[in-house]
């Protein structure tokens, strides 16, 4: 049976193509007398597809066919969604379009819960941070959902909705934060070439590949990493209404989906239908239509952000990087 709302989609769709159907045939085969038939029939076909697609906008805002909004996060987490340093890293995921389609979704009057699917390693803190926050302000239920990988930063923006749901087989946790730099000091002295220090503050350039750490240096790096970790604990452990001390014991292992289900570190094993058959029950109705939300960006964008997301396999975790430092900082 057709709902009141899918005949008035469908009216409007069928009176927007007659309409611009009728003014393509006055603009392009009977008006021009000069214009070969075939060249006017080709033409007012693609007014008329035109048409068709401003006409389908039309209805969708007018008679929209969701009540749930879907929300991806898929690959590293960082603010713009830039690729690494190297042609062969991946782009990643830009917060701030994130952060943008749960707010436009929480605007939305038609949408009465979000969906926040979570496929990441992690990425950049704060960026995630961002995204943790957006979903903590829904005014709505927020489950997310992980299939593969929800690590590290991935896990920390689960920490802010209502509940989490995995596979068996999924890959949850990392809690935890590690700091790397390269020391490329012996090697510097090898091909001839030196560091001499131009700075001003004690610590501008601690973490610089091309000198060994001192040990108020080491310390000092330490410091930030326990710090951020803190952080990241308090975090999993308010969010999730997990200890702390059970959250520190984890030592930032990953588990695979039913022993993090066993410890508590996700609500509920099931696919994504079952999740949508519980929502539905939680929102008082037989099933649910869900809408995926995408960033407002240009098509070219959006071809080029596909064309670099790839398979990850393990949680890499939050990363933020230094660049005048060379001190790369993740969880």
């Not at 603009?27 to 068709?52: E, K, Y």
């Not at 590949?209 to 080491?218: A, C, H, I, S, T």
């Not at 995408?294 to 939050?318: C, H, K, N, S, W």
Request: include cysteine.
């Amino acid at each position: 049976m057709v709902s009141s709302e899918g005949l008035g989609r469908l009216l409007i769709v069928v009176l927007g193509a007659a309409v611009f159907a009728a003014i393509g045939v006055a603009l392009f085969v009977v008006a021009p007398s000069n214009m070969t038939d075939l060249v006017g029939i080709v033409l007012a076909l693609a007014v008329v597809l035109v048409g068709l697609r401003i006409a389908g906008n039309i209805a969708n805002s007018l008679f929209p066919g969701y009540d749930v909004a879907e929300v991806a996060v898929e690959g590293p987490i960082t603010r713009d969604g830039g690729g690494g340093r190297f042609p062969s890293s991946p782009g990643s995921t830009p917060a701030d379009d994130i952060v943008d389609q749960i707010d436009r979704a929480d605007e939305d009057e038609t949408v009465d819960a979000l969906l926040l699917k979570l496929n990441t390693p992690g990425g950049e803190v704060v960026p995630s941070d961002d995204i943790r926050l957006a979903a903590e302000r829904f005014d709505g239920p927020t489950v997310a959902y992980t299939t593969d990988v929800c690590a590290s930063g991935g896990y920390w923006i689960a920490s802010g909705c209502d509940e989490l749901w995995a596979r068996d087989g999924s890959i949850v946790g990392s809690i935890g934060v590690i700091g790397s730099r390269v020391n490329a000091s012996d090697l510097a002295e090898k091909v001839g070439l030196s560091y001499e220090r131009f700075a001003a503050g004690e610590y501008k350039d601690a973490g610089t590949p091309l000198k060994d750490l001192e040990e108020n240096e080491r310390e000092y790096l330490q410091g930030l990493i326990d710090d951020y970790y803190e952080t990241f604990v308090e975090r999993v452990s308010d969010g999730r209404d997990l200890d702390s001390e059970f959250v520190r014991d984890t030592e930032a292992r990953i588990y695979l989906g039913e022993e993090a289900y066993e410890m508590d570190l996700v609500d509920h094993l099931g696919t994504r239908r079952e999740i949508e058959t519980e929502l539905a029950d939680r929102l008082d109705r037989d099933e649910i239509s869900v809408e995926e939300f995408e960033p407002d960006r240009p098509l070219m964008a959006r071809v080029g952000t596909g064309a670099q997301q790839v398979a990850y396999a393990f949680g890499a975790g939050i990363s933020g990087l230094a660049e005048d430092r060379e001190f790369r900082l993740r969880t």
